[in-house]
Protein backbone atom coordinates (compact mmCIF):
# COMPACT_ATOMS: atom_id res chain seq x y z
CA UNK A 1 0.00 0.00 0.00
CA UNK A 2 1.62 3.35 -0.98
CA UNK A 3 2.30 6.31 1.68
CA UNK A 4 -0.67 7.89 -0.03
CA UNK A 5 -3.40 5.13 0.34
CA UNK A 6 -2.17 4.20 4.16
CA UNK A 7 -2.28 8.09 5.44
CA UNK A 8 -6.18 7.72 6.41
CA UNK A 9 -5.86 4.51 7.84
CA UNK A 10 -2.86 6.24 9.78
CA UNK A 11 -4.95 9.18 10.62
CA UNK A 12 -8.12 6.89 11.48
CA UNK A 13 -5.02 5.31 14.20
CA UNK A 14 -4.31 8.45 15.58
CA UNK A 15 -8.21 9.99 16.13
CA UNK A 16 -9.04 6.42 17.78
CA UNK A 17 -5.92 6.53 20.50
CA UNK A 18 -6.73 10.05 21.41
CA UNK A 19 -10.34 9.66 21.53
CA UNK A 20 -9.48 6.05 23.76
CA UNK A 21 -6.70 8.27 26.03
CA UNK A 22 -9.35 11.89 26.37
CA UNK A 23 -11.88 9.25 27.68
CA UNK A 24 -9.43 8.15 30.07
CA UNK A 25 -10.00 4.57 29.09
CA UNK A 26 -7.90 2.03 31.02
CA UNK A 27 -4.98 0.32 30.11
CA UNK A 28 -6.43 -2.86 28.87
CA UNK A 29 -9.12 -1.54 26.70
CA UNK A 30 -6.14 0.62 25.35
CA UNK A 31 -4.74 -2.75 24.17
CA UNK A 32 -7.59 -4.29 23.01
CA UNK A 33 -8.70 -1.44 20.98
CA UNK A 34 -5.40 0.23 19.43
CA UNK A 35 -2.02 -0.54 21.31
CA UNK A 36 0.63 -2.74 19.85
CA UNK A 37 2.16 -5.29 22.54
CA UNK A 38 5.17 -3.64 22.65
CA UNK A 39 3.44 -0.09 22.74
CA UNK A 40 6.56 2.67 23.58
CA UNK A 41 5.55 6.21 24.78
CA UNK A 42 7.44 8.99 26.04
CA UNK A 43 10.16 11.63 25.44
CA UNK A 44 12.67 10.71 22.54
CA UNK A 45 15.86 12.18 24.23
CA UNK A 46 13.82 11.21 27.56
CA UNK A 47 12.26 8.95 29.79
CA UNK A 48 10.36 6.12 27.47
CA UNK A 49 7.30 3.79 28.87
CA UNK A 50 7.04 0.63 27.17
CA UNK A 51 4.96 -2.51 27.89
CA UNK A 52 1.90 -3.01 30.69
CA UNK A 53 3.49 -1.40 33.16
CA UNK A 54 4.94 1.62 30.83
CA UNK A 55 1.44 1.87 29.74
CA UNK A 56 -0.39 1.69 32.91
CA UNK A 57 2.61 4.41 34.28
CA UNK A 58 1.68 6.67 31.23
CA UNK A 59 -1.78 6.40 31.53
CA UNK A 60 -1.50 7.22 35.40
CA UNK A 61 0.64 10.51 34.58
CA UNK A 62 -1.78 11.66 31.67
CA UNK A 63 -5.11 11.04 33.75
CA UNK A 64 -5.49 14.36 34.22
CA UNK A 65 -5.23 16.33 31.26
CA UNK A 66 -7.83 17.00 28.52
CA UNK A 67 -7.89 18.29 25.01
CA UNK A 68 -5.33 17.87 22.53
CA UNK A 69 -5.79 18.06 18.72
CA UNK A 70 -3.24 16.91 15.94
CA UNK A 71 -3.03 19.42 13.00
CA UNK A 72 -1.27 18.08 10.76
CA UNK A 73 0.71 15.15 9.78
CA UNK A 74 3.80 13.75 7.18
CA UNK A 75 3.10 11.50 4.48
CA UNK A 76 3.73 8.04 6.40
CA UNK A 77 7.21 6.11 6.21
CA UNK A 78 7.14 2.38 5.42
CA UNK A 79 9.66 0.99 7.72
CA UNK A 80 11.32 -2.30 6.31
CA UNK A 81 9.54 -4.07 9.19
CA UNK A 82 6.16 -3.32 7.56
CA UNK A 83 5.44 -0.72 9.86
CA UNK A 84 4.74 2.74 9.12
CA UNK A 85 5.95 5.69 10.58
CA UNK A 86 5.29 9.29 10.51
CA UNK A 87 5.29 12.75 12.22
CA UNK A 88 2.54 14.97 13.48
CA UNK A 89 2.52 18.50 14.66
CA UNK A 90 -0.33 18.44 17.60
CA UNK A 91 -1.59 21.85 19.04
CA UNK A 92 -2.41 21.15 22.52
CA UNK A 93 -5.05 22.95 25.25
CA UNK A 94 -4.63 21.06 28.20
CA UNK A 95 -6.32 21.17 31.35
CA UNK A 96 -5.36 20.11 35.29
CA UNK A 97 -7.61 20.13 38.27
CA UNK A 98 -6.46 19.19 41.40
CA UNK A 99 -9.06 18.11 43.71
CA UNK A 100 -10.65 20.73 45.94
CA UNK A 101 -9.60 23.24 43.45
CA UNK A 102 -12.54 25.70 41.60
CA UNK A 103 -10.25 26.20 39.06
CA UNK A 104 -8.09 24.22 36.58
CA UNK A 105 -4.72 24.74 34.82
CA UNK A 106 -4.09 25.32 32.07
CA UNK A 107 -1.56 24.44 29.47
CA UNK A 108 -0.65 25.47 26.12
CA UNK A 109 1.77 24.98 23.37
CA UNK A 110 2.70 22.74 20.58
CA UNK A 111 4.16 19.11 20.37
CA UNK A 112 6.04 17.10 17.37
CA UNK A 113 5.64 13.58 18.04
CA UNK A 114 7.26 10.15 16.22
CA UNK A 115 5.22 7.57 15.73
CA UNK A 116 5.32 4.14 14.77
CA UNK A 117 2.23 1.89 13.48
CA UNK A 118 2.04 -1.79 13.20
CA UNK A 119 -0.77 -3.61 10.65
CA UNK A 120 -3.81 -4.72 12.10
CA UNK A 121 -5.24 -8.08 10.41
CA UNK A 122 -8.42 -9.22 9.96
CA UNK A 123 -8.55 -12.92 11.61
CA UNK A 124 -8.43 -15.35 9.38
CA UNK A 125 -11.63 -16.82 8.08
CA UNK A 126 -12.02 -20.17 10.08
CA UNK A 127 -10.43 -23.40 8.45
CA UNK A 128 -8.58 -20.86 5.66
CA UNK A 129 -4.92 -22.17 4.86
CA UNK A 130 -2.20 -20.31 7.12
CA UNK A 131 0.43 -18.22 4.86
CA UNK A 132 3.69 -18.28 5.65
CA UNK A 133 4.43 -14.54 7.13
CA UNK A 134 6.82 -14.36 4.13
CA UNK A 135 3.91 -15.23 2.16
CA UNK A 136 1.32 -12.87 3.66
CA UNK A 137 -0.03 -10.63 1.20
CA UNK A 138 -1.25 -8.11 4.05
CA UNK A 139 2.15 -7.49 5.81
CA UNK A 140 2.28 -5.03 3.81
CA UNK A 141 -0.28 -2.93 4.86
CA UNK A 142 -3.34 -2.43 7.25
CA UNK A 143 -5.92 -2.02 5.12
CA UNK A 144 -7.62 -5.52 6.06
CA UNK A 145 -8.22 -4.54 9.72
CA UNK A 146 -6.45 -0.87 10.47
CA UNK A 147 -3.11 0.36 11.70
CA UNK A 148 -2.27 -0.30 15.31
CA UNK A 149 -0.23 2.26 17.60
CA UNK A 150 3.03 0.86 18.09
CA UNK A 151 4.86 4.14 19.30
CA UNK A 152 4.13 7.90 20.10
CA UNK A 153 7.06 9.81 21.41
CA UNK A 154 7.61 13.42 21.53
CA UNK A 155 10.55 15.01 19.22
CA UNK A 156 10.07 18.26 20.68
CA UNK A 157 7.89 21.48 21.82
CA UNK A 158 7.34 25.17 20.68
CA UNK A 159 5.18 28.09 21.66
CA UNK A 160 4.55 26.60 25.28
CA UNK A 161 3.24 28.85 27.97
CA UNK A 162 4.53 29.19 31.25
CA UNK A 163 2.30 25.81 32.53
CA UNK A 164 3.13 24.07 29.65
CA UNK A 165 7.34 24.95 30.01
CA UNK A 166 7.25 23.73 33.73
CA UNK A 167 5.32 20.31 32.87
CA UNK A 168 7.73 19.34 30.13
CA UNK A 169 10.95 20.79 31.91
CA UNK A 170 12.37 17.43 32.55
CA UNK A 171 11.45 14.93 29.75
CA UNK A 172 14.00 12.00 31.32
CA UNK A 173 11.44 12.61 34.06
CA UNK A 174 8.37 12.32 31.90
CA UNK A 175 4.66 14.80 33.14
CA UNK A 176 6.18 16.49 36.31
CA UNK A 177 5.47 20.33 37.09
CA UNK A 178 8.00 21.69 38.04
CA UNK A 179 7.04 24.06 40.85
CA UNK A 180 8.84 27.61 41.48
CA UNK A 181 10.86 27.78 44.49
Same mark, same amino acid.
Given at each position: ???????????????????????????? %?? !???????? #?????? @? &????????????????????????????????????? %?? !???????? #?????? @? &???????FTG??FHL?????????????????????? %?????????????????????????????????????????????
Amino acid at each position: MSSERAAPLIWDAIERYFALLQAHAPAE %RM !REAILTDD #FRTGFV @D &GLIRQGEQGLRSFLEARAEFFDDIVEQMSPPERLHSG %RR !RTHTRLEF #FLRHRL @D &GSAVSDTFTGKAFHLWEFAPQHAPEPAGAPRHAPADD %RRADHGADGGWRVAAQLVEGFAALDENAGRLFARPASGLHIEEDH
